[in-house]
């Protein structure tokens, strides 16, 4: 079956830079881009942008443009997002969701929390 | 950045018709998408281009679009339906910017 496994809970001081894995399996990897959405606590999600996993091209909404990077590695068909000088208010549940059409099947998500 | 805007809140008694909106500059162009989320647990697609269904997702849920604004109905809301509802579409820049609406808390008592 479809699944995205993202790595495990983080707790980084301000300033420091993030990364989240998400590990796809079950389906052709490099067929669907991957975007990353995140969620603050007690707000709505948040669009941060995509790779496609095929040729790795990135799109990056502007508000993180310049602080995160996004990679793919399709020969363990894992996918990265990295975020720097992070702040108190990058603390969220990062997800990973890989979408077109129908198809759509998100991580578990990851819970960073930023503070000093 | 590009905006969708949604209701905070809707709310309707079981067995009525809860309507979400959904407006966006881009949204005659671009296909809207709905997602609900349950406390704790990640998004769930219930509706994609505007209108389709994914499978496993009841009949009670459908959408709608018109000009800028686009719609989530659940006919016969019932009370597990209670939720937050997003909608999701992207601008009409040649880069394509996604973005995800505020948010829309559907509570059915």
């Known amino acids: 079956q479809v699944q995205l496994v993202q790595s495990g809970a983080e707790v980084k001081k301000p300033g420091a830079s993030m990364k989240v894995s998400c590990k796809a399996s079950?389906?052709?990897?490099?067929?669907?881009?991957v975007h990353w959405v995140r969620q603050a606590p007690g707000q709505g999600l948040e669009w941060m942008g995509w790779i496609n996993t095929d040729s790795g091209v990135t799109n990056y909404a502007e508000k993180f443009e310049g602080r995160v990077k996004m990679t793919t590695d399709t020969s363990i068909t894992t996918t990265y997002m990295e975020l720097s000088s992070l702040r108190s208010d990058d603390t969220a549940v990062y997800y990973c969701t890989s979408s077109s059409g129908e198809f759509d099947y998100w991580g578990q998500g990851t819970l960073v929390t930023v503070s000093s | 950045s590009y905006e969708l805007t949604q209701p905070p809140s809707v709310s309707v008694s079981p067995g009525q018709t809860a309507r979400i909106t959904c407006s966006g500059d881009a949204l005659p162009k671009k296909h809207a998408y709905w997602y609900q989320q349950k406390s704790g647990q990640a998004p769930v697609l219930v509706i994609y281009?505007?209108?389709k269904r994914p499978s496993g997702i009841p009949e009670r849920f459908s959408g709608s679009s018109s000009g800028t604004m686009a719609t989530l109905t659940i006919s016969g809301a019932q009370v597990e339906d209670e939720a937050d509802y997003y909608c999701?579409?992207?601008?009409?820049?040649?880069?394509?910017?996604?973005?995800f609406g505020g948010g829309t808390k559907l509570t059915v008592l």
């Open positions: 999701y579409s992207t601008d009409s820049s040649p880069n394509h910017k996604g973005a």
């Open positions: 281009e505007d209108r």
């Open positions: 079950g389906y052709s990897f490099t067929g669907y881009h």
